[in-house]
């Protein structure tokens, strides 16, 4: 079938299936053909091994595709496999041809497999934040037919072998629960190698293990010491193998990055540098050996989603001086990563010094909302002439650079910007006719993307950069239409879980990894400890995999029953206390932005039923039995509707929260929605069409007010521009979203509170949203092996088009109205999937199978809210 291919095999969620910790990596595949309605009826599955014969599913009458059973015999440690695919369309009686065959290959699997030891190399007294090197010669007698390093740190670390680096991968292993759970990474090194004299050298920085982690300014939150812990193996023709690991024979000294945080930035000084130091021959007699500690093999665990990686430069916009003099780089968009440099050729001991920040305050580098994280960067020259420099061990959210101590005039194409974050394969995009909101849409994209860097950030400048479950809760289906994040985040619910279930009694920290920073006691969080349900049950709906629902089920069981115990028996939250609630509701003042229009009480109740019911569901899909927290989801909503909602269904506390809770969290009785949902909307104008809501509610109003028939007040509350507002921070020209709704006043000045980021995901949730709503493309059923194309034209907007890479190939709307009232709709379903077509003219909807789709239809003018004269006043909300 020549129309017929099949992309390339998948394992499990992984974009590079090496060094999986998977036996039985589940598989899965895309086919792409221009036949209209195709569907896949067979496949036939093809797993070879180096030696021996291929094992075959033979043909398989299924239209599975996406994470397929694997079948085959187990993995082994270190095993590689060749795995293929070819399907069969319904009634077609020859097959696809195979696809491009891909290596699976597992890494040490089995405690017993390591036989390194942890090198603890002797750090200086008097050094803050020390970075080191490690070395190790070694002779190979041997040709070299394969080597693979496995290697990882308390620390962090970058591994060379004969002075190449071993990969492109920065800021390894990342930040995990490490008490319980420490990734390793698996480096196919055999290039590099030779046979005779090698050697095998590591720069180890303390990164998040005894780093400043928090806003607390305390460090060595998992030790004292750093370490690092490699093990190479080398197999010869013969089929012998030599392993060089990590033990008593390293030595360390310290080289010419002389510091460096995470927080605080990198020093580094040319005139210490060490020629060959990861080379063979290099003399090494003055070093001190490393001494040997403790490291735990049972904690390691292969990774599950990709690494943090270089994924963008970004060249420099302009260069400008500072009312005070200073030398001020703008690159033009506030990213996440740092500079890399062509250091001029100067005087020996100049010293130049970089500072980051986010934002300019009237002129002047904005360092205010930073904190205690200094954020500077420093280098010194030797004097032997020009040389590339980009920090290794740091990281810095910003937009602006203050240079000082450059010799001459600093040019544009002496520096530019890195960026870094996990390196996530995008999937999602969103266009319209309004470039506000195109402009809105990409700040959410770079928001996600400085606040994906190994674990999903809150925001990734100041001293603090932790796993806060509360944002990720809320922004978790905009995350997972924009990038493929399920194998990055099964790691991060995997720390939740362990760390929930053995260190907080099922308690769902605040935040993941967990750090004891907080002087109140550990409570379960509305809203925050909900991830534990939420987070899984979306990336279920978004990709059909039921193997992470399950992993996560004890945990999300757990939750419901801290939840509830919090609740008590009359479900009245009875013991108060403190509660993040509705956090940074428009209405807060800076100095106390869990002072919400809503109680927390009042949120919670809602999350409780919102929650419990999601648990239901997961656990019919599981087959398991979810009659009690059906039982505890209707007690809930019943508790919320005798306590907070009359019985017309006017809710107590005049709120868009309350009410978007009310409505989308399916509160109500169905007398009750039609009534709230008025009230909703009068509610907005009352506001005069701005956000009224924080954290928690946000994400819902647009959502709400569509699903009660208010479409052109959700629209009036997307397109507002006057502060609060989404397009409020696009106006002042941001370039990610904020954490406050004002963080930057209309007079350039930085939001007096505590906490003021221009980075922070969680109120650009209402991308998902647009997707859905605005564009109009939804998952009708659990991995888009069902769509739901439903675009919902407001005023404003007359076009809008979105596009996904679903489990089964791409799918893509667009959509145009003309003249007011005529509306065009393209749809291009992927093969082996349906789609339900809901056009805005009010028809039945149609359902569609794969191939492209045109369709037409005369609507009715989509027109504005009527604006009365309000006494609302904008300063009021600030």
């Not at 100049?350 to 200094?374: D, Q």
């Not at 809602?606 to 398991?624: D, F, P």
Request: hydrophobic share 40%; net charge negative; aromatic share 10%.
């Amino acid at each position: 079938m020549s129309d017929l291919t099949v992309l390339p095999v998948t394992a499990e969620h992984h974009r590079e299936p090496f060094g999986i910790g998977e036996t039985t990596p589940r598989l899965s595949w895309v086919a792409r053909t221009e036949l209209p309605g195709w569907r896949q009826a067979a496949y036939e599955l093809e797993i070879e091994p180096l030696d021996g014969p291929a094992w075959s599913s033979g043909r398989i009458g299924s239209a599975e595709s996406v994470l397929v059973p694997w079948g085959a015999p187990p993995l082994a440690s270190r095993e590689q496999r060749s795995v293929r695919v070819r399907v069969w369309g319904e009634g077609a009686a020859e097959p696809s041809t195979w696809s491009e065959d891909v290596v699976v290959e597992a890494g040490l699997l089995e405690p017993s497999d390591w036989s390194a030891a942890l090198a603890r190399p002797v750090l200086p007294a008097d050094v803050p934040e020390p970075v080191v090197l490690l070395r190790r010669e070694f002779a190979l007698d041997k040709p070299v037919v394969r080597a693979r390093l496995y290697a990882t740190a308390q620390g962090v670390y970058e591994a060379e072998l004969n002075g190449a680096p071993v990969s492109d991968v920065v800021l390894a292993p990342g930040w995990t629960s490490y008490r319980h759970r420490l990734r390793y990474q698996t480096y196919d090194v055999t290039g590099l190698l030779t046979e005779g004299a090698n050697a095998l050298g590591v720069q180890l920085a303390e990164g998040w293990f005894t780093g400043y982690l928090g806003f607390t300014g305390k460090r060595e939150w998992y030790g004292d010491r750093t370490g690092a812990f490699l093990q190479l193996e080398v197999d010869h023709p013969d089929g012998t193998r030599t392993l060089v690991v990590t033990d008593g024979a390293w030595r360390s000294a310290g080289g010419p990055t002389t510091s460096s945080g995470l927080y605080n930035g990198e020093t580094y000084d040319a005139r210490r540098e060490l020629p060959g130091w990861s080379r063979p021959g290099f003399d090494d007699a003055a070093w001190t050996p490393v001494e040997v500690g403790d490291l735990d093999v049972s904690t390691l665990v292969a990774p599950t989603g990709p690494p943090v990686r270089r994924t963008q430069i970004v060249p420099v916009q302009a260069i400008t001086t500072s009312p005070s003099g200073r030398t001020l780089v703008d690159f033009g968009q506030n990213l996440v990563g740092r500079i890399r440099f062509a250091l001029p050729d100067g005087a020996e001991g100049t010293e130049i010094t970089v500072r980051h920040a986010e934002v300019l305050e009237h002129g002047e580098l904005g360092t205010r909302p930073l904190k205690g994280a200094r954020a500077t960067d420093v280098v010194v020259l030797d004097g032997a002439g020009p040389r590339t420099w980009e920090p290794r061990f740091t990281f810095h959210g910003f937009r602006y650079a203050e240079v000082s101590g450059w010799p001459g005039e600093l040019h544009a194409d002496d520096l530019e910007a890195v960026v870094l974050h996990t390196d996530l394969r995008r999937t999602g995009t969103f266009t319209c006719s309004d470039p506000d909101v195109e402009r809105l849409h990409e700040n959410v994209v770079w928001g996600m993307r400085g606040n994906f860097l190994d674990i999903p950030t809150d925001c990734p400048q100041r001293d603090e950069r932790l796993g806060w479950t509360g944002d990720l809760q809320v922004f978790a289906p905009t995350a997972s239409f924009l990038y493929d994040t399920a194998g990055m985040l099964r790691s991060w619910l995997s720390d939740l879980a362990v760390e929930q279930l053995r260190d907080h009694g099922g308690i769902v920290p605040m935040y993941v990894p967990f750090l004891p920073l907080l002087p109140f006691p550990q409570k379960p969080e509305t809203g925050w400890g909900d991830a534990a349900v939420v987070v899984p049950w979306v990336l279920y709906q978004r990709t059909g995999d039921t193997g992470l629902l399950a992993a996560q089920w004890e945990s999300m069981v757990a939750w419901i029953d801290a939840f509830a115990g919090r609740a008590g028996a009359h479900l009245d939250f009875p013991e108060g206390g403190f509660s993040f609630g509705d956090w940074l509701d428009t209405a807060a003042p800076p100095d106390n932005p869990a002072a919400a229009r809503t109680p927390w009480q009042c949120v919670a109740t809602a999350y409780l039923s919102r929650s419990a019911r999601t648990v239901a569901q997961a656990a019919e899909v599981l087959g398991h039995d979810g009659s009690r927290f059906a039982e505890l989801a209707d007690r809930a909503a019943a508790r919320f509707r005798a306590e907070y909602v009359s019985p017309n269904g006017r809710v107590a506390f005049p709120s868009q929260t309350a009410y978007a809770m009310a409505l989308e969290f399916d509160l109500l009785e169905p007398g009750q929605r039609e009534h709230a949902g008025r009230l909703l909307a009068e509610q907005v104008l009352k506001d005069g069409f701005h956000i009224a809501s924080g954290f928690l509610g946000t994400p819902l109003v647009t959502d709400a007010l569509t699903n009660a028939g208010e479409l052109p007040t959700a629209y009036e509350l997307l397109l507002q521009r006057e502060s609060p507002s989404w397009l409020y921070a696009v106006t002042m020209g941001a370039t990610t979203i904020w954490e406050r709704w004002d963080s930057m006043l209309p007079d350039g000045t930085i939001n007096p509170g505590e906490m003021t980021s221009f980075n922070h995901y969680a109120l650009g949730a209402v991308a998902d949203w647009l997707h859905r709503t605005v564009a109009g493309l939804a998952p009708a059923g659990p991995g888009y092996r069902r769509l739901r194309v439903a675009p919902r034209p407001g005023p404003g907007i007359t076009s809008a088009g979105a596009t996904h890479e679903t489990p089964y190939g791409t799918a893509e709307v667009s959509w145009t109205l003309t003249g007011g009232t005529r509306f065009a709709l393209e749809v291009t379903v992927p093969p082996s999937t349906t789609a339900e077509i809901v056009l805005p003219d009010g028809s039945v909807p149609v359902e569609v199978g794969s191939g492209r789709h045109s369709f037409a239809a005369t609507i009715a003018e989509p027109r504005p809210v009527e604006k009365p004269a309000l006494f609302f006043n904008p300063d009021d909300h600030q």
